[in-house]
């Protein structure tokens, strides 16, 4: 997981009674002013409030923090331009993260543009080729993974200062930004297991998604852990329609009478909500209530989880803590011409939401 920086831990030297600042991201941890202002300021003094500048030029003073001016120019070189790629924008999840991306651009003074690969490898090439026609600053890319042409990708990283969030694809990329898996379905599984009967996993057979290997993986690890036999449950599906591949495979499950267990775990939010709907088509009632004869959880926190029926418990992605992560680091990245010294992987643990389906 990173850490965030302390203003104890940002220097390791004294000049004048103060702390010798060492770059941008010190400097702004030590003047109590946001990363993204800083920037800002630093590519248009002009363009943050004259309240704001002046904070600013006097904490230059008092940390007597001179910026690398060479890699300033040079950015300024640069469009301003800031490329977003996510493997489907019709993805809730996708489109939390990537309003949230856009926002921390835009107050920074750069201009986002989002792309979409609609789950198809051909439209995710497409767009790395749109995205070096407007010579971006840098991109935040969340490729569609297993299907991706890596091999493009790559070569493409290599150009475009690039950091990757939500789907790591080992070695390309300046960093990686997202979610602990196994976090997810740690808390989710020994959960389950302390308050009712152990869950069955419940899966498509060829998801498209890598993070849902990842959390396969690591259910299987946590029951071994504790002692108990795992079940997983593969559906058939293709594709990214998560919802209705959830529902068919439910029904088939609760028609055959597949259930292991009273407790089904699903791979992510969305399959889990079409499980749901199967549910309340063969009149399962859902829950810890009186009547109830199941229970459902998930993982994801989807912005429409709340509002199912009943409301689902879940792992919630820190979708802050990761947007804000991606963004910082984007423009590290960038003001230190594009290289870093070595890849980095940063990762947010999960947070278990208690709702009425467990």
């Known amino acids: 997981m990173a850490r965030r920086l302390r203003v104890s831990e940002v220097s390791d030297g004294q000049m004048g009674g103060q702390k010798k600042i060492k770059n941008m991201e010190e400097f702004a941890a030590v003047s109590g002013i946001s990363r993204p202002t800083v920037s800002k300021y630093f590519n248009d003094p002009d363009s943050v409030r004259r309240s704001t500048r002046e904070r600013i030029e006097t904490a230059l003073e008092r940390y007597d923090y001179r910026p690398n001016i060479y890699a300033i120019n040079q950015n300024r070189r640069l469009t301003k331009n800031i490329g977003i790629v996510v493997p489907y924008l019709a993805d809730p999840f996708f489109a939390e993260i990537a309003r949230m991306i856009e926002r921390l651009c835009i107050e920074s003074g750069y201009r986002p543009i989002l792309f979409s690969s609609h789950g198809e490898p051909a439209i995710e090439n497409e767009n790395m080729d749109s995205l070096r026609a407007i010579k971006p600053a840098g991109v935040l890319m969340a490729p569609l993974g297993r299907a991706s042409d890596k091999s493009a990708i790559d070569a493409f990283c290599r150009n475009v200062p690039t950091v990757l969030f939500d789907s790591n694809i080992e070695g390309m990329g300046e960093a990686f930004v997202g979610s602990d898996n196994h976090s997810f379905v740690s808390q989710t599984v020994e959960y389950l297991n302390r308050t009712g009967e152990p869950p069955c996993f419940f899966e498509m057979r060829h998801p498209v998604n890598p993070n849902a290997n990842k959390r396969r993986t ?16 593969k559906i058939e599906g293709s594709g990214w329609g998560f919802e209705e591949i959830g529902r068919q495979g439910g029904l088939g499950v609760l028609e055959k009478k597949l259930l292991p267990t009273n407790t089904v775990l699903c791979s992510n939010d969305r399959l889990a909500i079409g499980f749901l709907s199967a549910c309340c088509e063969k009149g399962v009632r859902v829950g810890r209530g009186k009547g109830c004869s199941l229970r ?3 993982h994801d926190d989807h912005p429409f ?3 199912t029926c009943p409301s689902l418990t879940t792992a919630a992605h820190d979708y802050a803590a990761v947007s804000d992560h991606a963004v910082e680091t984007l423009f590290r990245l960038i003001e230190s011409g594009g290289r870093f010294d070595r890849r980095t992987e940063s990762l947010f643990p999960a947070r278990l939401i208690m709702r009425q389906s467990a």
């Open 296 to 298: 459902v959880a998930s």
């Open 305 to 307: 989880s709340r509002f």
């Open 218 to 233: 690591a259910y299987l690890s946590m029951m071994e852990m504790l002692g108990l036999e795992p079940h997983v449950i």
